[in-house]
Nanobody, 121 residues
Framework: QVQLVESGGGLVQPGGSLRLSCAAS????????MGWYRQAPGKQRELVATITSAGSTNYADSVKGRFTISRDNAKNTMYLQMNSLKPEDTAVYYCNAVLTTTWTAPPSDYWGQGTQVTVPS
């Protein structure tokens, strides 16, 4: 069974930095893309950043220039370096991966359990 395990969340003062990690479990044939999403209280889940297996990235306008997404394909691990954090970045951050478990299986969507990031105002 595929698992995505996030780590690195916490409480940080405005202007500070955090680095989130998302490790995908074994038994994965290939990962097409990975991404970070976040959900603040009372709001819908929104895209933060995505990265393809080729390294192409996409960012929400609200985090451009402050957040950097990266991945280590050999380790099936993705990272989100978050700098210059603001109170509006407070949310639960979720890891997402579109992957296949065998060479014949179609790509499927997987989610991590989420990690809390809190930036007090």
């Amino acid at each position: 069974q595929v698992q995505l395990v996030e780590s690195g969340g916490g409480l940080v003062q405005p202007g500070g930095s955090l680095r989130l990690s998302c490790a995908a479990s074994a038994n994965i044939f290939s990962i097409t893309s990975m991404g970070w999403y976040r959900q603040a209280p009372g709001k819908q889940r929104e895209l933060v950043a995505t990265i393809t297996s080729a390294g192409s990235t996409n960012y929400a306008d609200s985090v451009k220039g402050r957040f950097t997404i990266s991945r280590d394909n050999a380790k099936n691990t993705m990272y989100l370096q978050m700098n210059s954090l603001k109170p509006e970045d407070t949310a639960v951050y979720y890891c997402n991966a579109v992957l296949t478990t065998t060479w014949t299986a179609p790509p499927s969507d997987y989610w991590g359990q989420g990690t809390q990031v809190t930036v007090p105002s």
